[in-house]
């Protein structure tokens, strides 16, 4: 069984493709996605034999259709060939890995029709990405697992240029509409956050001026946010 992160990464893989799950640890989303059918193929990649070597167990274990699956040591995409598979998986690692991963390989990247992700920190870091090369957000949601919030994000070649405001970059350009109570603890847990940082940054704001920008552009998107959900 997968966990709830995990699942819900897999439920955005649409059926009948080809996958690889990039930092796969010991496979569970791509063993699953086989096991299940969904997927035609997948790549199970990572950079440390370790854990590659517990992702072939576990499909042993599991009696999954090795025809189907394939296991590759290496970092980030540099062990796929461009058009291989048409979606990538990134969950477990932080925004800014998961850019410098998409960034190594952008031959990859122009062949694939989705990529699904979940990073553990700062998810406006892909949302300034999928910007910057023609991605649009597909799909948005948070979950709670283990006293941790997650984003789960799909993106997917845009048709025209993607134009996000600072607002969408920073709270989601599907997320602030979302009225269920995992994502209004979310944006609660935020708020308290950036609070904390706003006062420590109130302190030092008059002899600094790059922390009174950031004071300025931080305070600006929570009062477009009261602004959004006024009433």
């Known amino acids: 069984m997968l966990s709830k992160r995990l699942e819900t990464v897999a439920q955005l893989v649409p059926a009948g493709t ?8 010991h496979g569970y989303l ?7 059918g969904q997927v035609t193929h997948a ?10 070597a517990g992702a072939r ?7 999954s259709d090795v025809a189907k699956l394939n296991f590759r040591l290496g970092d980030g995409l540099s062990v796929l060939a461009p058009g291989e598979v048409d979606v990538v998986t990134l969950a477990g690692m932080g925004a800014g890995l998961m850019r410098d991963i998409l960034d190594a390989a952008p031959a990859v990247v122009e062949g ?10 700062a998810p406006w870091i892909l949302r300034q990405w999928a910007m910057d090369h023609a991605f649009a957000v597909a799909s948005e949601t948070v979950i709670f697992e283990g006293g941790h919030f997650y984003e789960v994000m799909a993106l997917v070649p845009a048709d025209a240029p993607v134009q996000y405001s600072p607002f969408d970059l920073y709270f989601g350009v599907q997320l602030p509409a979302q009225e269920d ?14 609070k904390r940082l706003l006062d420590a940054w109130a302190a030092v704001r008059a002899k600094r001026a790059d922390v009174a920008e950031r004071y300025d552009a931080l305070t600006a998107l929570w009062k477009e946010w009261e602004e959004h959900h006024a009433g």
């Open 18 to 25: 080809r996958m690889a799950d990039i930092g796969c640890d």
């Open 43 to 52: 790549i199970c990649c990572d950079v440390n034999a370790g854990p590659l």
């Open 181 to 194: 109570a995992v994502a209004a603890a979310y944006f609660a847990h935020r708020r308290q956050h950036d």
């Open 57 to 63: 167990e576990n499909a042993r274990r599991l009696g």
């Open 112 to 121: 694939l029709s989705m990529i699904v992700t979940s990073p553990n920190v």
């Open 30 to 36: 791509p063993l699953a996605l086989v096991n299940r």
